[in-house]
């Protein structure tokens, strides 16, 4: 099965709101989590990651959220601009080793 | 800087035949190395890691093999395409910690099996 889910495939953002992308997962032995955005024809590029003895890492206007219980972590992203409109991708793995696996995305559209 | 390389850029290819794509890291010494692939509206999903020369991982099974005969190169290949083989293939390097790190992916190569 997927094991790292995201359950929303599009998102529509107001410019200047709050863009929330949320990713679940399945793996206990995840320790590692991360966003990545990607616009068309172009490859992935990391936006912010953080390891399970955080909660919460902050970067300018991207915050991620980690809820280890709960296995989800989100993306916000304050002030969204149209600019910000491109897929996300959530990805985790394990601490220890290089093994990573994605989601499926989410294509956020930030409109004017 | 480090530059990340593959090729071909593109190609089209017959079901049965062999398939060589490769890639290299300039600017960084002793990366961790990653294929990933991506069929066309599907899941990224990483194939084979390497953390030195002659040493892959493989992650998910593909009918696809993967060496690295260099420190700066990977080289992922199989005798015989299948159709499902389509889609897209990314390189990617990390630095070598041990653990998870951030990854820098390469521009993609798009196969087309036919």
């Known amino acids: 099965g997927q094991q790292v889910k995201q359950s929303s495939p599009s998102l529509t953002v107001q410019e200047g709101g709050i863009s929330i992308l949320n990713c679940d997962y399945e793996n206990d032995m995840f320790d590692y989590f991360a966003w990545y955005k990607k616009y068309p024809d172009n490859s992935p590029t990391l936006l912010i990651s953080?390891?399970?003895?955080?909660d919460k890492r902050e970067d300018g206007r991207l915050t991620v959220f980690l809820n280890k219980s709960g296995k989800h972590f989100s993306l916000h992203i304050t002030a969204s601009q149209p600019e910000d409109t491109a897929v996300y991708l959530c990805a985790a793995g394990p601490g220890g080793n290089n093994k990573l696996t994605f989601g499926q995305g989410t294509v956020l559209s930030v409109i004017p | 800087a480090q530059t990340i390389h593959q090729w071909p850029v593109a190609e089209i290819k017959a079901v049965g035949s062999p398939l060589s794509l490769g890639c290299t890291i300039k600017g960084k010494s002793s990366p961790n190395l990653y294929w990933y692939w991506q069929a066309t509206g599907g899941t990224l999903q990483q194939l084979f890691y390497s953390i030195t020369v002659g040493q892959v991982e493989s992650v998910v099974q593909l009918n696809l093999s993967a060496s690295r005969p260099k420190d700066d190169q990977f080289i992922l290949s199989t005798e015989k395409l299948l159709l499902s083989h389509s889609g897209f293939y990314l390189c990617?390097?990390?630095?070598?910690?041990?653990?998870?790190?951030?990854?820098?992916f390469g521009p993609g190569t798009r196969l087309l099996v036919l």
């Open positions: 990617a390097w990390s630095r070598r910690t041990g653990g998870q790190d951030t990854q820098y």
């Open positions: 953080v390891r399970s003895n955080v």
